[in-house]
C-alpha cells in the first residue's frame, strides 16, 4: 500500500486557516443551501486515518455535535494527559517525532493520512513529509489570524492536478508534490 499525507484544508483569500480570535464561522461565509460537501465525502473515503493538531482536536470537540469522523483521529499534542472518556477508542494521543509518530501509524496498517491543523500542517511540509494537498479558498480577507504556511527551510514544488469552483464563488485547487 502506497503511503500518502494529504492536506484538505479551506484558506481565506489572505491564506488564514483560523481568524484573529481563532473562529472558523468565516467557513461558512458563501451560503451553501444544498450543503455541497465540496469533495469532502469522496476524499473521506480515500484515507485510513487522521493525524490532528491538539488544537484542532479541541475545536472539534468545542463543536458539541456528533463527532464528525469514521477513521480513527491521531491527536498530537506534548500537554494532553490523556483523550477525554467520550472519545476514547474513536482519538488516540501520539508524540514523538513525525517520523516516529507516522511508523507507529503505518504499522497499524494506516497509510493513507489527512494531516488536519495549522502547526501540524506547517511541522509535516517543514519535513517535506506532505504528498498532496486541497485547498479550498473561500473569497474573505480576514486581514490576521493563523497562516496556513510559514517559512519553510527549503523550497518544495507542487504540481496542480485539479481545480473546481463551488458554488461560483469557492475555488478548490488539488496540488500534488512533485519531487
Ligand atoms: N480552515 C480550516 O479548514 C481549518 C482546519 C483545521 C483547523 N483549523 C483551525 O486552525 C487552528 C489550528 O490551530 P494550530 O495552528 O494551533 O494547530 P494544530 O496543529 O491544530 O495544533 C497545534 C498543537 O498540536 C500539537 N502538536 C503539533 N505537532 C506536534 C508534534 N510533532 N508532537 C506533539 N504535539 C504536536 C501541539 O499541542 P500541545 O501544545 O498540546 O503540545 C500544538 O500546540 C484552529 O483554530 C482550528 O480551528 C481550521
Redesign the pocket.
Known amino acids: 500500500m502506497n503511503k500518502k499525507n494529504s492536506v484538505?484544508?479551506?484558506?481565506s483569500l489572505d491564506g488564514?486557516?483560523?481568524d484573529k480570535n481563532?473562529?472558523?464561522d468565516w467557513?461558512h461565509s458563501i451560503p451553501n443551501p444544498d450543503q455541497d460537501d465540496m469533495g469532502y465525502v469522496e476524499f473521506n473515503h480515500g484515507i485510513d486515518a487522521l493525524v490532528?493538531?491538539?488544537?484542532?482536536?479541541e475545536?472539534?470537540l468545542r463543536f458539541d455535535v456528533e463527532w464528525p469522523y469514521d477513521k480513527p483521529v491521531y491527536?498530537?499534542?506534548?500537554?494532553?494527559k490523556e483523550i477525554p472518556k467520550s472519545h476514547e477508542g474513536k482519538a488516540f494521543l501520539?508524540?514523538?517525532?513525525?517520523t516516529e509518530?507516522l511508523n507507529q501509524i503505518h504499522e497499524k496498517g494506516l497509510y493513507r493520512l489527512y494531516i488536519?491543523?495549522?502547526?501540524?500542517?506547517?511541522?509535516f511540509l517543514k519535513e517535506d513529509l506532505i504528498d498532496e494537498m486541497v485547498i479550498?479558498t473561500i473569497p474573505i480577507l480576514l486581514g490576521g489570524g493563523?497562516s496556513?504556511f510559514a517559512e519553510l527551510p527549503n523550497e518544495l514544488k507542487f504540481e496542480l492536478i485539479g481545480a473546481q469552483t463551488y458554488l461560483n464563488q469557492i475555488t478548490q485547487n488539488h496540488y500534488k508534490r512533485k519531487k
Open positions: 484538505f484544508i479551506a484558506t488564514y486557516i483560523a481563532g473562529g472558523i467557513l490532528m493538531g491538539r488544537t484542532t482536536f475545536t472539534v491527536v498530537l499534542s506534548n500537554t494532553l501520539v508524540k514523538g517525532t513525525l509518530i488536519d491543523g495549522g502547526t501540524t500542517i506547517r511541522n479550498t493563523s496556513l
